[in-house]
């Protein structure tokens, strides 16, 4: 009697103590709070976000990005012209390269040999609108941690496939139009 009554003390107080520890409620290390960020630079597509991040946030608004991409579009404008040249635009890619997540490069959309704001700001603007998973107009530190999927679901086609004309082959010819 005394060993079903051990087992049963047992049986009970395991799931209890368990819990307390994912709750925190015992033990010295689980009184550290879980890091909310991550420590170094990430390697996902998103990451290029990163850098956009305040040192407090936890979170990056699409206000908040713009206010950082005009920072950071000042810091590469050594001329401080507003629009970056050739001279200018060259470190940054070489910068986005180092960082290793993907990134595109920053380009003269227009041709006119300048990067203006909205040129500069492109790329970050997609890579927000795919990291931002749950379309919270916010992208999370966690939404940081995965590379978005940028192609969409496969579809069946809605129309059928077009049959050929009896006795053609479906397979093109080799050599020759």
């Avoid at 060993?3 to 395991?14: D, E, Y």
């Avoid at 630079?41 to 005009?70: H, I, N, V, Y």
């Avoid at 809605?158 to 009896?166: A, D, G, I, R």
Wanted: some cysteine; proline content about 8%; overall charge negative.
């Amino acid at each position: 009697m005394a060993s079903v009554r051990a087992l049963v003390v047992v049986t009970i107080a395991a799931p209890a103590i368990v819990a307390c520890s994912y709750l925190g409620m015992g033990g010295e290390a689980s009184r550290e709070p879980a890091p909310t960020r991550p420590t170094g630079m990430l390697t996902t597509d998103c990451a290029r976000l990163q850098p956009l991040f305040g040192p407090e946030d936890d979170e990056l608004s699409r206000d908040g990005m713009e206010a950082a991409l005009k920072v950071e579009l000042a810091k590469w404008d050594k001329n401080a012209n507003g629009d970056l040249n050739y001279d200018e635009i060259q470190p940054l890619n070489d910068h986005l390269r180092e960082l290793n997540v993907g990134a595109a490069p920053v380009r003269d959309w227009n041709g006119d040999g300048l990067v203006n704001y909205q040129e500069f700001a492109s790329g970050w603007r997609t890579m927000f609108e795919l990291c931002d998973r749950n379309k919270s107009q916010t992208v999370s530190w966690r939404e940081l941690g995965f590379s978005p999927n940028v192609t969409g679901p496969r579809v069946e086609p809605s129309q059928p496939k077009p049959k050929t004309q009896e006795g053609a082959s479906e397979r093109p010819k080799a050599g020759g139009y």
